[in-house]
């Protein structure tokens, strides 16, 4: 037996059969996420496959040493794709070739006042450790900011919406309602990743995908530009909870709660959009 807010009692059924019964299909967007120990690496894949580090051992990656290291890790910028392996041997050809004509074909009477622009170049290259350091410390800044105040600010706010929930709709009963609310949070970071990679597909998350929205959801978010995809996943689960605690006669301050946690998700969603629209300036000159 199970009170509703509004003083009604209904008989449920008992909460833990219930989740036991459903976990299989309410986990199923999770089937493909798996973690890996390699080496002094844990690694984790999720939906798209490619290996990320979740957690390193430091004490082996200083014994190991870094040129050990950095190629057998599965998630190093050196193995990850050969974009870097390319660039290098690119620079390496244009210095063997630009060395090459330099010796064979410039006589020595042109490299007369090089020491000049040596000196210059010298004097020029005690600043490049400091402003390579400055774009490095703002890179990681933002790239923290990101995950705390961004990212994390929208995980959060997930959970705690589904925790406050559970506590004002205790019970089976409210299942429904529980993992509505759920599947539009997880449905507002898929969104989002998506739109970073500049993804506007959701059939996805559609019922032949992670089941998170039906076919009539996946026509409604189709027609919403793809950026602000993320932001209307939690306009609904507001206007959702704002009904059902109406229903209910559930106290304003408790609704109250789930309001601002709603609030903040868009504000963390906000701050990512600001933060990677909004480039540094002339990061290739930097």
Not at 87 to 108: E, K, R, V
Not at 117 to 133: D, R
Not at 198 to 218: H, Q
């Amino acid at each position: 037996m199970s009170q509703q807010p509004n003083g009604n009692v209904n008989p449920t059924t008992d909460p833990a059969k219930d989740l036991a019964s459903d976990a299989s299909l309410k986990l199923q967007r999770f089937a493909n996420f798996r973690k890996v120990e390699a080496g002094f690496t844990t690694l984790a894949y999720g939906h798209a496959g490619k290996a990320k580090v979740l957690h390193y051992d430091l004490g082996a990656l200083v014994r190991k040493g870094a040129f050990h290291t950095v190629f057998s890790s599965k998630a190093s910028i050196f193995t990850i794709d050969s974009s870097l392996a390319k660039s290098q041997l690119l620079y390496m050809f244009w210095f063997t070739l630009m060395g090459s004509l330099s010796y064979f074909f410039m006589p020595d009477q042109h490299l007369q006042g090089m020491q000049e622009l040596e000196k210059f170049t010298n004097y020029w290259n005690v600043f490049i450790p400091f402003i390579l350091g400055l774009y490095i410390s703002l890179n990681i800044t933002r790239w923290w900011t990101l995950r705390t105040e961004g990212l994390g600010m929208v995980l959060d706010a997930g959970q705690n919406v589904v925790l406050l929930m559970n506590g004002i709709f205790p019970g089976s009963g409210w299942g429904d309602v529980h993992d509505q609310v759920l599947k539009y949070s997880l449905a507002s970071i898929s969104l989002i990743v998506n739109a970073c990679r500049g993804n506007e597909d959701v059939e996805s998350l559609g019922p032949k995908g992670d089941n998170l929205f039906t076919l009539e959801e996946i026509e409604v978010v189709h027609a919403v530009p793809y950026r602000a995809r993320p932001v209307l996943m939690w306009t609904r689960i507001l206007m959702l909870l704002s009904k059902v605690c109406e229903e209910n006669n559930v106290n304003a301050g408790k609704f109250r709660d789930i309001a601002g946690e709603c609030k903040k998700a868009r504000n963390g969603i906000s701050v990512i959009w600001s933060y990677l629209r909004t480039q540094l300036p002339f990061a290739y000159v930097l």
